[in-house]
């Protein structure tokens, strides 16, 4: 029984199947209810009591191996195999494609005009979107009966005197008067953030949409430089030739306050939905930072003078790509969002 053990032992060891078939009769030949091995199980029931004591334990070590060698084989070749037909797999097919994403349509238009700026030499910062009654008003120069401090425009987080108030910011200039505490004249800075107004969402507004705020102040700082700023600006974002003009208009922060609008990137100036027949949108709100704005902020408003200009990324977008419906800007939905990926190549 030991020699056929031992000669079993050194076949077990040896064997090594070409494919499943080969596997199968190595199986059925020992470990099958029909095989070697439970011949010497039944073979085992006739020794003697002393040969059983040793025996016993050689031929369950015997029966393991076997068992062990045939998982350890099933699993080899099942990892070459797929569960196709049983054919093999073919290990130089280029393997599964993933698809690339594709970046926002709000943020592909906010870099490219942060890019323009850039190269004016503007600095990009950031604030916090919670934000103090000072920081988004009163050093904004809002006077405290101001409606922008209603509570129909603004989310109040805590409301109670005015000057202790919480609030979601109402737009980015709350970024400018940080910068401005914060540091030392000259700046030079683009202000991108989200922004959040107390509106009912419908396809025309939405309760937060984003801006970026630009601030330049320096000694001698004029309102030409803020003109051929921001003329630069539309050249480069909306091509050479696009018109510009400037409407007054008021902001408590800025004195004097326009409007900037620029020639209907869609018609050209002819007429259509977009521009509501009148050939020109509005992009953006400017101006000279209000000298209150500045000695709020530590600034001397007899050396320092400056400007300043906020525009709605949305709107931008708007006029580059189209989009009839705010509220697609926010729902990610991927088929609206797919359009945009060739821009990012
Ligand atoms: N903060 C204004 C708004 O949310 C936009 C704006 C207008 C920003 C004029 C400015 C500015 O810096 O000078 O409507």
């Given at each position: 029984m030991q020699d056929q053990i031992n000669q079993y032992t050194a076949d077990i060891e040896a064997f090594n199947p070409a494919n499943a078939d080969?596997?199968?009769?190595?199986?059925?030949?020992?470990?099958?209810?029909?095989?070697?091995?439970?011949?010497?199980f039944e073979q085992f029931k006739s020794v003697?009591?002393?040969?059983k004591r040793v025996f016993g334990k050689v031929l369950n070590q015997f029966k393991q191996m076997a068992e062990a060698k045939y998982a350890e084989l099933?699993?080899?070749?099942?990892?070459?195999?797929?569960?196709?037909?049983?054919q093999q797999q073919d290990l130089t097919l280029p393997g599964n494609g993933f698809e690339v994403g594709s970046r926002h349509p709000l943020s592909l238009v906010q870099s490219e005009i942060v890019d323009i700026f850039k190269r004016l030499g503007f600095v990009v910062a950031?604030?916090?979107e919670i934000e103090?009654?000072?920081?988004?008003?009163?050093?904004?120069?809002?006077?405290?009966?101001h409606p922008a401090r209603d509570m129909q425009d603004t989310f109040f987080i805590k409301k109670n005197s005015g000057k202790d108030d919480i609030a979601l910011r109402t737009h980015t200039s709350s970024v400018q008067v940080?910068?401005?505490?914060?540091?030392?004249?000259p700046f030079r800075a683009l202000m991108p953030g989200r922004v959040y107004r107390n509106e009912a969402i419908s396809a025309r507004a939405h309760c937060f949409f984003h801006q970026i705020e630009g601030l330049y102040i320096d000694e001698n700082v004029s309102f030409a430089d803020l003109k051929q700023t921001l003329y630069h600006f539309v050249q480069e974002l909306y091509g050479e030739g696009t018109k510009v003009r400037f409407r007054p208009s008021y902001f408590p922060f800025t004195e004097p306050s326009a409007e900037m609008d620029i020639s209907c990137t869609i018609c050209k100036g002819a007429g259509c939905n977009m521009c509501k027949h009148s050939g020109w949108v509005e992009i953006l709100g400017c101006g000279m930072v209000d000298p209150n704005v500045l000695e709020n902020c530590g600034i001397d408003s007899k050396k320092y003078t400056g400007f300043a200009f906020?525009?709605?990324v949305e709107r931008i977008t708007n006029l580059k790509y189209v989009i009839k419906d705010l509220r697609l800007f926010s729902e990610n939905?991927?088929?609206?969002?797919k359009q945009f990926k060739t821009e990012m190549i």
């Open positions: 080969e596997l199968e009769a190595f199986r059925i030949k020992y470990l099958g209810t029909k095989g070697l091995i439970k011949d010497l003697g009591p002393e040969e099933k699993e080899t070749l099942d990892g070459q195999q797929t569960t196709n037909n049983g950031e604030g916090p103090d009654d000072w920081h988004n008003f009163s050093a904004l120069n809002f006077p405290d009966e940080r910068m401005m505490e914060n540091g030392k004249p906020g525009m709605g939905d991927v088929r609206f969002l």
